[in-house]
């Protein structure tokens, strides 16, 4: 079973988008890892992350793309810090 998603969120895409953010300290690079770790498992469940939602929700359309992407940052910053750092240590919200 392949996972797909109509959005263009990859991990590269998450390190492109959040770089920027992240010199202003919005995300970390643990932030970014538990981030990516987590579109990993959620893929291997056939379920689409939370980081993955709030990017096809945020940054999929509209003219302020600045913007999205900032609002886009924030919330990978609040998914991170929600996330257990080590994936089976703790559940999801």
């Known amino acids: ?3 797909t998603t109509a959005c263009s969120l990859s991990p590269s895409h998450l ?3 959040t770089n920027n953010k992240r010199k202003k300290g919005t995300i970390s690079q643990k932030q970014k890892r538990i981030l990516l770790t987590d579109i990993i498992t959620c893929s291997a469940k056939g379920e689409f992350s ?3 939602v709030a990017f096809e ?3 999929s ?3 302020d793309i600045d913007a999205a992407e900032e609002e886009f940052a924030d919330q990978c910053r609040v998914f991170a810090m ?3 750092e080590f994936p089976g240590t ?3 919200f």
Do not use: F, Q, W, Y
Request: glycine residues 4%; proline residues 5%; charged residues 25%.
């Open 1 to 3: 079973h392949t996972h």
């Open 15 to 17: 390190s492109h988008k």
């Open 50 to 52: 939370m980081v993955e």
């Open 57 to 59: 929700l945020l940054c």
């Open 61 to 63: 359309e509209g003219d």
């Open 82 to 84: 929600s996330l257990p």
């Open 90 to 92: 703790a559940s999801r």
